[in-house]
């Protein structure tokens, strides 16, 4: 048993170090709309909120009537039996930066393969925004980040104050797995 969950770990490592490489970043086209944000410089954040307005315009409603958000440019996400995620992103209350949030997931199920995907966690209120800022912060068990994809739903809402939206990058993940996210916060 002990040899099987080395093992494990060992081809965990090597999944995480062989798709991190993957990501070489969104560019956006000449013809993209810019972001009108309190971001000063083409960061891998702005990148991101760009990349889901143009390609998702109906979360552009979500920018402007939330209260806050964290935007997770990359997180890196690999398994096999025993799966982890990690990314860190940039938090913002009422559009102005306030601090950088790290993620981490470890999931225990059926899975294999390994992906990198951005997230954007919105939050509906001051008072949600408040748990996350002093680490209070877990998503209600109904709470499931939506995939934005074409078919994405267009009416997706809060759940416990929280709406939750990813985009793949790359990589291919197979999985039915139980685990949560846990985020740190940090302020500027």
Do not use: C
Request: negative net charge.
């Amino acid at each position: 048993m002990k040899k099987q969950i080395i093992i494990t770990f060992f081809i965990l490592i090597v999944t995480l170090l062989l798709i991190a490489p993957v990501y070489a970043g969104w560019k956006p086209s000449a013809e993209d709309e810019p972001v009108k944000s309190q971001l000063s410089m083409n960061t891998p954040t702005e990148e991101v909120i760009r990349n889901f307005k143009t390609h998702y315009p109906h979360l552009t409603v979500y920018f402007e009537k939330a209260y806050g958000y964290a935007v997770f440019p990359t997180i890196t996400k690999g398994g096999i039996g025993i799966g982890a995620a990690h990314g860190t992103g940039e938090v913002y209350e009422q559009g102005g930066f306030i601090g950088t949030s790290s993620l981490t997931q470890v999931t225990i199920g059926l899975q294999f393969g390994g992906q990198t995907y951005s997230e954007i966690v919105f939050f509906k209120d001051k008072e949600t925004l408040d748990d996350f800022k002093k680490g209070n912060f877990k998503p209600g068990a109904q709470a499931s980040a939506i995939a934005s994809t074409s078919g994405a739903s267009t009416d997706a809402d809060y759940d416990h104050g929280v709406a939750i939206f990813t985009l793949s990058e790359s990589g291919l993940m197979f999985e039915a797995t139980v685990g949560g996210q846990k985020f740190n916060f940090k302020p500027k």
